[in-house]
C-alpha cells in the first residue's frame, strides 16, 4: 500500500474556540481553515505542519462519532490519517487481508479528499483513516 506520507492527525477536542488559540499562541500554528462536515457531525479546524496537518474536531451533535468519542474517553487523538494512492483499489486489498473496513469505498471527507476509515478492531486500537486527494 505504501502510503507517502501522514496526511493528518484528528484530536478530538470539545470546545474550537478554545482549542485553536491555544494550538496558534503555544504552537505559533496558524488556522488556515474551519469546516463543518455535516454528516460526521463536525466541526473541524485545521493547522499545517510540514505536509502534515493538524484536524481538530469539535462535536455538533451528543450522538456523533466524536460527541461519542469524548463521552468515552475525553479529549484527545481520535484518529491518524495516512495518504495513498488509488484509494479504491487499497480498499480491495485490505478487506483480502481480512482488515475490517468502517467505509468499503471512499466517501468525501473535509479539504475535499477522499476517505475511508478502517476499523480499530484490525489497526491495534487505532482508528486509521486512508485520504487521497481526487485526480482534478
Ligand atoms: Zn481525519
Redesign the pocket.
Known amino acids: 500500500m505504501e502510503p507517502t506520507h501522514i496526511e493528518?492527525i484528528?484530536i478530538a477536542v470539545e470546545s474550537l474556540e478554545e482549542a485553536i488559540p491555544f494550538y496558534e499562541k503555544t504552537f505559533g500554528l496558524k488556522c488556515y481553515s474551519v469546516e463543518e462536515v455535516r454528516d460526521q457531525k463536525v466541526k473541524t479546524a485545521f493547522f499545517k505542519i510540514g505536509q502534515t496537518k493538524i484536524?481538530l474536531l469539535e462535536s455538533t451533535a451528543p450522538d456523533g462519532p466524536i460527541g461519542k468519542f469524548i463521552e468515552k474517553k475525553g479529549q484527545g487523538v481520535h484518529?491518524i490519517?495516512f495518504a495513498v494512492k488509488d484509494l479504491s483499489t487499497r480498499l480491495k486489498e485490505l478487506e483480502q487481508k481480512d482488515v475490517q473496513l468502517i467505509d468499503k469505498t471512499p466517501r468525501k471527507?473535509a479539504e475535499g479528499l477522499n476517505?475511508a476509515f478502517l476499523h480499530p478492531k484490525s489497526t491495534f486500537g487505532v482508528l486509521t483513516?486512508l485520504c487521497e486527494k481526487p485526480e482534478k
Open positions: 493528518h484528528g484536524e484518529h490519517a471527507g476517505i483513516e
